[in-house]
């Protein structure tokens, strides 16, 4: 399965390129945009809204219902945007508006209002934008039960967001000031509202400096949109923000009519793609030369990073975090052996600028971790303690004394973070088969792995607690799911077969077991198969082409490597 696994990942390579990977298309990204270039201008945007239209169409379950990608199960947010989407447009579902009704337990105003911001909670990152497109769309008509956005905070200094206690995550700056001000202008005008009115200028001025080049935020479909459906309905239809995120969306709608969730993952699936390959990459030159280009050389607009750090996507709307960071610098390991680099160093005191005061790694901005996706993460935590513990050798001596110190400090938030079963759940992944949506045995099994490919014995003991829960929740089929009895999948499954492998004496007969469990998959021709297991901001699902492909080929090497050794 080796040969067969590397043959199809290196087949998707673009040649002389990196690995671009092709994520799923996503009903929320088509509705959401579709209905943005409607409320821009529908005429110039009649055959991207028609195909979108058509899309989420033939598309729908039978029960009038939509998930986030095609793999998935309905759920209640894709439905009422795809709702609201096709509402605006003229195209009615009838099946669509029942299934709301039930889930809502009605059809009002109080009844969409109230389900949603229960659905989300505290985070109003993504609660209020859906309210107000429902609103827009006149789905709904009651602005004033719509939380309001202080998009006037934008305008102070970003170091200081950490400390406002904002609605919105980290990411979510340009949404606060977009729909923040189209909400101000649709709300009752208070005593404060002449005050909060000469804000609205400088706002939208962030929100220029904000936008990249090619005009999507986080090269995502949905907050590209929602940005630009408020920015329309404000007043500023012709404005240059609002100009070039309808020149992304069309620039980015597939050949079926759909958007994917995010433009694409390009660096991190390249990253990922370079660890699986390994000896058996072609090429390597231009790998370094073009990891050393793709990390960020300037202060970061969106969230005002410093340099040294590595997005998702070499796309001019990515941005460098805490995960893409790790995973450039353990790729950059595995392509030069260990030879240190200047990229190195600055990657290195990215990561360590960015730790919590937890001693936990987030994902984006230190100190945002009062709402979900900003707080510190264990798998992003270990993938940081296996980038300092492969590079810390070669350091200059004050920076290879931080690292010891933050690696330390890594351990133990890992150690206070470890559940009672022994388990990590992740943030940016999940199983949505699940009763809660979560992936324990993801988190678990990528933190397991990263903290024993880093051979440091202080992690030992946290690897080990890792690998018993593991093993207590392997499936009687050999295969794992996101949880205890949930359904085995190929994805998963390769995730904790490469952990399982990372351990001194691995557990032969969980590992036998899972291999014929691939193997089964391999049989049937499911081995490379999309499993929805990401999960993007606000609870999205997506698949991935390339995550198959490259646990798959981590976890049979090092069981390989395993059995090589063991026969020597």
């Known amino acids: 399965m080796i040969k067969v696994t590397s043959e199809a990942l290196l087949s998707k390579r673009e040649e ?18 579709v209905f943005a270039l409607h409320e821009i201008d529908a005429q110039t945007y009649d055959r991207q809204i028609a195909d979108g239209v058509a899309w989420l169409q033939r598309t729908m379950k039978a029960d ?18 795809t709702y609201a989407s096709l509402y605006a447009v003229g195209v009615r579902s009838e099946k669509t508006q029942v299934y709301l009704k039930e889930r809502f337990g009605g059809e009002t105003d109080e009844d969409i209002i109230q389900g949603v911001l229960d659905y989300y909670g505290t985070d109003l990152t993504f609660s209020v934008p859906i309210l107000v ?3 827009l769309a006149g789905v709904i008509s009651d602005w004033e039960r719509i939380p309001p956005f202080p998009f006037e905070l934008a305008v ?18 340009p949404a606060l000031i977009a729909v923040g001000i189209l909400r101000f202008k649709k709300g009752k005008q208070g005593l404060l509202a002449p005050l909060r009115r000469r804000f609205i200028e400088p706002s939208l001025k962030v929100l220029v400096k904000l936008q990249p080049a090619d005009g999507g935020f986080l090269e995502a479909a949905p907050l590209t949109a929602f940005v630009s459906m408020c920015m329309a309905q404000a007043g500023y239809r012709n404005h240059v923000v609002t100009q070039k995120a309808a020149q992304f969306l069309v620039d980015t709608v597939r050949e079926d ?15 990922l793609s370079i660890r699986a390959l390994d000896e058996d990459l072609p090429e390597r030159d231009f790998f370094i030369e073009n990891m050393k280009e793709r990390s960020t050389k300037d202060v970061h607009p969106f969230t005002g990073a410093q340099p040294g750090g590595w997005g998702w ?64 993460s264990a798998d992003i935590s270990a993938h940081a303690f296996l980038a300092f513990s492969l590079w810390k050798e070669v350091l200059p001596p004050a920076l290879k004394a931080r690292t010891e110190k933050g690696a330390k400090r890594l351990l133990e938030w890992m150690e206070i973070a470890l559940s009672k079963e022994g388990s990590w759940t992740p943030l940016w992944f999940g199983d949505q088969d699940a009763a809660d949506e979560k992936s324990p045995v993801y988190g678990t099994a990528t933190a397991v792995d990263y903290l024993l490919s880093a051979g440091q014995p ?26 205890k009895g949930v359904a085995s999948k190929v994805t998963l499954t390769a995730k904790v077969l490469g952990a399982l492998a990372s351990a001194d004496k691995p557990n032969e007969v969980a590992m036998g077991r899972a291999l014929d469990f691939l193997y089964e998959a391999y049989e049937r021709g499911e081995l490379f198969q999309r499993e929805p297991i990401g999960l993007y901001f606000s609870r999205l ?28």
């Open 458 to 483: 202080e992690a030992l003991s946290l690897a080990n607690k890792g690998l018993a829960y593991l093993l207590n929740v392997q499936n009687e089929d050999g295969g794992w799911g996101g949880a």
């Open 16 to 33: 002389g390129k990196i690995w671009r990977g092709k994520l799923s298309s996503s009903a929320i990204s088509t509705s959401v945009s």
């Open 541 to 568: 699902w997506y698949s991935e082409e390339l995550y198959s492909l490259t646990f798959l080929l981590i976890g049979l090497k090092k069981v390989s490597n395993y059995y090589k050794k063991r026969y020597e």
């Open 257 to 271: 009519g759909a958007w994917p969730i995010d433009t694409d993952l390009s660096g991190w699936v390249t990253s």
């Open 156 to 173: 102070l200094p970003q170091r200081l967001f950490r400390f406002l206690n904002l609605p919105v995550v980290s990411y979510a700056i």
């Open 313 to 376: 996507s070499d796309l001019s709307g990515s941005v460098p975090d805490g995960d893409d960071t790790s995973g450039a610098l353990v790729a950059f390991h595995v392509l030069t052996r260990g030879t240190y680099a200047p990229e190195v160093g600055k990657g290195i005191e990215w990561l360590l600028d960015l730790q919590n005061n937890d001693g936990g790694m987030p994902t984006f901005c230190k100190g945002w971790g009062k709402l979900p996706f900003d707080r510190s």
């Open 64 to 81: 009038g219902s939509w998930g986030d990608s095609i793999e998935s199960p309905s759920n209640l947010t894709a439905t009422l945007l």
């Open 133 to 135: 497109m429902c609103a």
